[in-house]
């Protein structure tokens, strides 16, 4: 339930074979290195683990990740695999770690978050002086759902729609919930010795959920909800992380709540963007006021964050809750420039004529001419001189362009000795 389906299942596809190239890529690097001379057998077995770890992933996220690549012609995602290279930063990866807090070792971090909502509500209640239903619940940026799910089962919404983006951990928490297991691997920071370094973990869920807990692959800033439509939104450890502006989240989750529906937000402050957005809570209280709805509860305490047993490192986080109404009108939120022009969002729309373009085209000319010359022989010397010879080009000025270039792309810049 996303606005361009298109568009983000390709996205999604590319994202899926960064992360199939860029591990595939880092095992020949690990296996190259294990055949180093030198090793203490035990970073031997290290390395193995690991290897053998990560066979395991890529082969539960191309399966669980499968369903979004559904459709699309595969020739046509070999021919065009969407990056110009890949990104060592794997999205496919983003918030990989909370599926082993959810639904492996998290018990007394989940109960924690149950409890902060819980007390929230209690606290609502009895500002409001009245019974408080959750009624229909929506969970946005709900991750891989285990505190949708304990919401659903202890504070008695009709309905819980968990919503998330990211498809990793909310397909992860989609099987689990359905009572799969998932065994997977945890790679914890700062490991507590080797046997740690690789945890396998088999994910599942203890307490089967109550009829009535949905999952939706959505974006939360256009929420598939009518307006008026719901009892409830929990907002946990996601104002600060969503692409949007605190006032346009308010808007958003007022719209879809009916008139007297409640808000409820946990989570820290760990805005990022220009200064003036960089909100503290007192700002995030008075927008909040702002944006139609009265204040009900609030409260702040320091829990544990990510404290895998099996680390060497953990967080204490500040987290901040407050329980609003729906009590006032729409706010006026201003309209915002589109942050992308119209020929991306609209195919059929021409795309502008720019000096930039010339640029790009001699740097694409440039990467593929160096790329499509290496044959294994050759050096970057012998590149520099084919090259040359195409551009009309001085070769010995060739010489830094391609070594620069191609040390950025391509793997093992660093000798493994
Ligand atoms: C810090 S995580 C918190 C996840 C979960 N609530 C938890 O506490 O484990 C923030 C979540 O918000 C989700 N999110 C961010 N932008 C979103 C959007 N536009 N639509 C839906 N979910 C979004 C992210 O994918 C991520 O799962």
């Not at 409830?232 to 009916?258: F, G, N, Q």
């Amino acid at each position: 339930l996303v606005p361009d389906f298109q568009r983000f299942q390709f996205e999604q596809r590319r994202a899926l074979h960064d992360y199939l190239t860029v591990t595939a890529q880092r095992q020949r690097e690990i296996g190259a290195e294990r055949r180093n001379e030198g090793l203490l057998e035990l970073t031997r077995e290290r390395l193995l683990r690991l290897l053998r770890a990560m066979d395991v992933e890529r082969a539960l996220i191309s399966d669980v990740l499968e369903p979004l690549t559904r459709g699309l012609d595969q020739r046509v995602l070999e021919a065009v695999p969407g990056a110009p290279y890949p990104t060592r930063e794997l999205r496919v990866l983003e918030m990989y770690e909370t599926v082993f807090r959810d639904w492996g070792w998290g018990d007394p971090e989940n109960d924690r978050a149950l409890d902060v909502l819980e007390r929230l509500v209690a606290a609502a209640r009895c500002a409001l002086g009245q019974p408080l239903e959750l009624g229909k619940l929506a969970v946005f940026g709900a991750g891989a759902c285990r505190l949708a799910a304990d919401v659903h089962r202890t504070l008695g919404p009709s309905v819980t729609v968990a919503l998330d983006i990211n498809p990793l951990p909310l397909l992860i928490g989609e099987r689990l919930l359905r009572g799969g297991v998932v065994d997977l691997y945890e790679y914890p920071v700062g490991a507590r010795g080797i046997a740690n370094m690789a945890v396998l973990q088999q994910l599942h869920c203890r307490l089967p959920p109550r009829q009535g807990l949905v999952l939706a692959l959505a974006d939360t800033r256009e929420p598939p909800f009518a307006a008026d439509s719901l009892d409830s939104v929990l907002t946990p450890w996601y104002i600060d992380v969503v692409e949007a502006e605190l006032v346009d989240t308010a808007a958003t989750i007022h719209r879809v709540l009916r008139s007297g529906g409640m808000w409820f937000n946990q989570g820290p402050l760990r805005f990022t963007g220009p200064a003036a957005r960089l909100y503290c809570i007192e700002e995030v209280h008075e927008l909040v006021q702002k944006s139609g709805f009265e204040l009900v509860a609030t409260l702040s305490e320091d829990i544990p964050y990510f404290d895998s047993p099996h680390a060497g490192s953990r967080r204490i986080e500040t987290v901040y809750g407050f329980a609003a109404r729906k009590s006032g009108p729409a706010p006026v939120v201003p309209e915002r420039a589109k942050p992308e022009p119209a020929w991306l969002r609209d195919v059929s729309e021409p795309i502008p004529f720019s000096p930039e373009l010339h640029d790009l085209e001699v740097r694409f000319v440039f990467s593929a001419g160096a790329v499509s010359l290496i044959d294994g022989a050759r050096s970057v010397k012998d590149l520099a001189e084919a090259l040359g010879g195409e551009l009309q080009l001085d070769p010995a000025q060739l010489i830094e362009p391609i070594r620069s270039f191609l040390g950025s792309v391509l793997p093992g810049r660093r000798a493994s000795r």
